[in-house]
């Protein structure tokens, strides 16, 4: 009866939802299915969604999105949703597509038991699962319509009723599992191969519980039941792809930045913990000892960046990475690096803010900090990478803009960025990267000036130990032989050294913003900033297939600007749109104080990404007026 249905229909992507209650283990199911459609040859990229508190309740969604081509964002519209909590999942039916599937539990453990015939025996019948079985009337589920999510469905939609409480009761003796029974149930249904999934259980649970071989019964008999019970409607299925994966891995952004550290030599991490960078430093404590490294749990975020601050005077490569609130606190050292001429990596995962916020979900609001943050004028290079991949490549660029321009590089992701999982191939990082301190030359040496007035703005620097490379460090402003100065002359010079080594970093080091989409004129070019650029970037694809005028320039580096590529592309624009999550519109009003192009905004605080489809929306909209 389950039938392989139709090859995939579908013209670009699925998206699924597997949404339950914190206890029903919907994200660790989402892991599992996500990982086996990546390991069957699927582009994905996946997202949870979870409550702050620590706690047994409240509602947890794995959304993810699997298609044959490669993407970069989200989708709003949901194509699968899988319930295995219907209270929660009947608010997700507003994303559901016209035709999409919905799997849900048809004899959920809610037994009404007035509804049993009088001579029903009660504990067998709770014994045997939720529902009641008689010879004369089968199966009674007497499941209110208004907790079904069976009574909220509209035409056209595709329902598929499976026991998932019973069947995870006969395989495990508990209803933790059955999560467990609706993977064999989708395995089934969308003939995702049954050893890759199996594969992928075992890697995930078997170290943690000693009763693998009952989840894997609570597998296959999720899958047995599908194909001896169910008649497939839906024209939905994930055929194993022929298609080479071995160079991609599976990854979020945190993971990227920690192996990002780990390849620039980095042998200091000190962090507190703090949502969502937490990852970072759980990563890196067990990866970085084994490369000689150290990681510092600190009493504090103040004390993080004062560790790094440290280990980047004395020549040692180090970091730190935090959210909102800790950067906040980390505020201080910033401008005492810039004053310093002190090389340090301050990676900021955004959340929702002000103060403690939104600790679960994602936000772009900490740019003006990450910019402006520090008392008198501190320059700072600022970077925002938009995809894992570039998690990687601009932490390890982080490393390398630090050490080469003694400064703070300040790597701005995002709690989507640093969580959302997708597959990766990492390009590896030039050699030179790996160096770039400006080390004195003999002539130096023979009269050592730490703060040296130089062309490019950057000082030889002498790291502790070096002979006759006596210096004074201090968060005074100082002359070239680091004697505290306070007079106009000194003080004009040396700001003027510190912003000029940042306009170095800009024509030497900050590539091109990239264009996309159509040469030349156009009637709306869009303009975005971390990870939102993914988004526009799928939108641009679709909207441009339809022959539209339309581009986009994908900025990377924050700070310096690359000014003139940027006016460029404004003059060819008819219109701009600067999409970003956050109320006020930081980067364009970062734009509006370097051009004089009229920006159209669309700011959102809706704490979850901004998806493909509301940006399409917004430049149609736009092309339309």
């Not at 004009?492 to 030349?520: C, H, W, Y």
Request: glycine residues 8%.
């Amino acid at each position: 009866m389950g039938g392989k249905g139709s090859p995939l229909t579908y013209e670009k992507s699925l998206t699924i939802e597997i949404c339950g209650s914190s206890g029903d283990r919907a994200l660790a199911a989402g892991e599992i299915l996500i990982k086996t459609l990546s390991d069957i040859g699927y582009h994905v990229i996946s997202f949870d969604a979870y409550p702050a508190e620590i706690r047994g309740f409240g509602k947890t969604v794995a959304h993810m999105r699997a298609g044959r081509e490669f993407m970069l964002s989200l989708s709003r519209k949901v194509d699968i949703l899988i319930s295995l909590s219907d209270r929660y999942a009947i608010e997700q039916l507003r994303n559901l597509n016209d035709e999409g599937v919905v799997l849900f539990d048809n004899r959920p453990n809610n037994v009404v038991y007035e509804d049993l015939p009088h001579d029903a025996d009660q504990t067998e019948a709770h014994r045997l699962g939720p529902g009641v079985y008689t010879e004369k009337e089968g199966w009674k589920t007497p499941t209110k319509d208004d907790v079904s999510i069976a009574g909220h469905l509209g035409p056209g939609m595709y329902l598929y009723g499976i026991p998932l409480y019973q069947l995870s009761q006969k395989t495990t003796n508990e209803s933790r599992s059955r999560n467990i029974v609706v993977l064999g149930a989708v395995a089934a249904l969308f003939n995702v191969p049954e050893k890759e999934f199996i594969n992928n259980l075992t890697a995930k649970l078997g170290k943690k519980d000693k009763s693998i071989e009952s989840i894997i019964a609570a597998f296959e008999e999720g899958r047995r039941y599908v194909i001896e019970n169910i008649v497939k409607l839906d024209p939905y299925s994930f055929e194993k792809l022929s298609v080479d994966r071995k160079s991609y891995r599976l990854m979020d952004g945190n993971k990227a930045v920690a192996q990002a550290a780990i390849d620039m030599g980095c042998k200091l991490y000190a962090g507190y913990p703090i949502t969502p960078a937490t990852k970072i430093m759980e990563i890196l404590s067990d990866e970085l000892p084994r490369h000689g490294g150290v990681v510092v749990q600190t009493e504090d975020e103040i004390s993080a960046i004062g560790h790094v601050t440290g280990a980047g005077f004395a020549g040692v490569r180090a970091m730190t990475a935090t959210s909102g609130p800790g950067f906040c606190l980390m505020t201080e050292f910033i401008g005492y690096n810039v004053m310093s001429e002190n090389p340090i990596v301050v990676v900021d995962s955004q959340r929702g803010g002000p103060a403690t916020g939104l600790p679960t979900k994602t936000e772009q609001s900490d740019l003006n900090h990450a910019l402006f943050a520090g008392n008198g004028d501190t320059p700072r290079i600022v970077v925002a990478p938009t995809s894992a991949k570039e998690c990687y490549q601009w932490t390890a660029e982080a490393f390398y803009l630090a050490e080469k321009y003694q400064t703070p590089v300040i790597v701005l992701m995002d709690l989507f960025l640093s969580l959302s999982v997708r597959n990766v191939s990492l390009d590896p990082i030039p050699d030179y990267k790996k160096g770039g301190n400006k080390f004195p030359t003999q002539e130096d040496m023979k009269l050592y000036l730490r703060q040296k007035i130089t062309d490019d703005g950057v000082s030889p620097r002498a790291l502790p130990g070096l002979e006759n490379g006596y210096q004074a460090v201090s968060g005074l402003e100082q002359n070239e032989y680091g004697t505290p100065v306070y007079d106009e002359l000194s003080h004009t010079r040396m700001t003027e050294k510190r912003f000029r080594k940042i306009q170095t970093a800009l024509e030497n080091d900050v590539p091109l913003p990239q264009r996309i989409g159509v040469s030349g004129r156009v009637k709306v070019g869009v303009i975005s900033w971390g990870s939102t650029t993914g988004a526009v970037m799928d939108a641009l694809d679709s909207i441009l297939k339809q022959g539209k005028s339309v581009a986009m320039l994908k900025v990377i580096v924050i700070n310096p600007l690359r000014e003139k590529e940027i006016q460029a592309f404004f003059d060819d624009c008819e219109k701009v749109l600067v999409p970003e999550l956050n109320y006020e519109g930081q980067f364009a009003n970062w734009l509006s104080m370097h051009f004089q192009k009229k920006l159209y905004r669309y700011n959102k605080v809706a704490a979850r990404p901004i998806t493909h489809d509301e940006i399409e929306e917004e430049i149609n909209r736009l092309l339309e007026e």
